[in-house]
């Protein structure tokens, strides 16, 4: 990675830990550290009972997965449910994660588009489905890298439309409305709905690596399968379990966090761009000549934000209201639709 000031490029959540939670988190890495002469918790089942509390929605620690970031996630799910002779359905543009991990284990990826505005309506998941008859099929809610929301009811078309694996990654749920329903309200009699989250965004634990899933017990009993022994060592638990009992000051950042975003939806148009609605941590905007041309210049600045493929567009991380304000004013400073 580039060493800028900026680093706006990869959805980080840029807000430093609370100082009393970072104590609390080295506390308990350093009573961990005190006994890595020994395996961790197989099963780590203290931190399975804790993301269960965190979720809530009546769900129980033998319906909790976690592992290495989310990545990891995908990845056993793609070794349980895919491989050869299997396929997987994607809406691009999406995480780019899911085609190259959908690869690396032999599941055939295919893709369907989006409505306009990056939206999946019902009749089109139904449609997509219904065409390629996948094994298991992704959404993303909130979408990366477009931030735009997915309705319920795309998703409880699906899981009714396919015998297969519904897999919703949540990556950025937490930054979602406190009115935005997630699609953990769907998992009762859904035993083939999987939704994933992480503790690499709202609880600031990226370097950490952790993310995990809410489904079926079978789906857990599934993932042991291929899971590799002892995969989450002791020192990722002990800070799991520490940011965990801190839920309430870690969230506190997520309020902040939105704020930046909406700032970024609100003045992104006053500079000439088009910023598509996001519940996410970050925004994507179109409007620009060249898209690389202003990548450049803003990297020269010391912002580096992400080209994510798409024409005349960029996305940007949502940072403290100093990041955010430093990066949209030297957007401004670039003149109406970007460096040329």
Request: proline share 6%.
């Amino acid at each position: 990675m580039v060493p800028v000031r900026y680093a706006l490029n990869v959805n980080e959540n840029t807000h430093p830990i609370p100082e009393s939670v970072a104590r609390d988190i080295v506390e308990r890495l350093a009573h961990a550290v005190l006994t890595v002469n020994r395996y961790p918790d197989r099963e780590f089942t203290a931190l399975r009972e804790s993301l269960a509390a965190y979720l809530g929605h009546g769900i129980t620690a033998e319906q909790v997965w976690a592992a290495n970031g989310s990545n990891e996630i995908i990845q056993q799910t793609l070794q349980a449910f895919g491989g050869p002779g299997r396929s997987a359905l994607g809406f691009p543009p999406t995480y780019s994660m899911h085609p190259i991990i959908a690869a690396g284990t032999g599941t055939t990826w295919v893709t369907a588009d989006r409505d306009v505005d990056y939206t999946i309506s019902s009749e089109t998941a139904v449609a997509a489905i219904e065409a390629h008859r996948p094994d298991l099929v992704f959404f993303c809610a909130p979408n990366n890298p477009t931030g735009t929301s997915l309705p319920l009811e795309a998703i409880e078309a699906a899981y009714e439309a396919t015998d297969g694996i519904v897999f919703v990654d949540e990556a950025y749920a937490e930054f979602m409305p406190a009115d935005a329903p997630s699609a953990l309200t769907l998992l009762p009699g859904r035993e083939r709905l999987l939704i994933s989250r992480t503790m690499s965004k709202a609880f600031a634990l990226a370097g950490a690596r952790l993310g995990y899933l809410a489904a079926d017990p079978a789906v857990a009993d599934a993932l042991r399968l291929v899971r590799l022994p002892y995969h989450l060592s002791a020192l990722t638990q002990a800070a799991s379990l520490a940011a965990l009992a801190h839920a309430p000051e870690m969230l506190a950042m997520v309020d902040d966090i939105a704020a930046q975003r909406d700032r970024l939806l609100l003045e992104l148009p006053q500079l000439g761009y088009r910023a598509f609605d996001s519940q996410a941590n970050f925004v994507l905007f179109e409007g620009l000549d060249d898209p690389g041309a202003t990548f450049r210049a803003l990297l020269e600045r010391d912002i580096l934000i992400r080209d994510v493929g798409i024409p005349g567009a960029l996305r940007v991380t949502a940072g403290t209201a100093e990041e955010t304000g430093f990066f949209l004013r030297s957007l401004a400073d670039l003149g109406p639709r970007g460096a040329h």
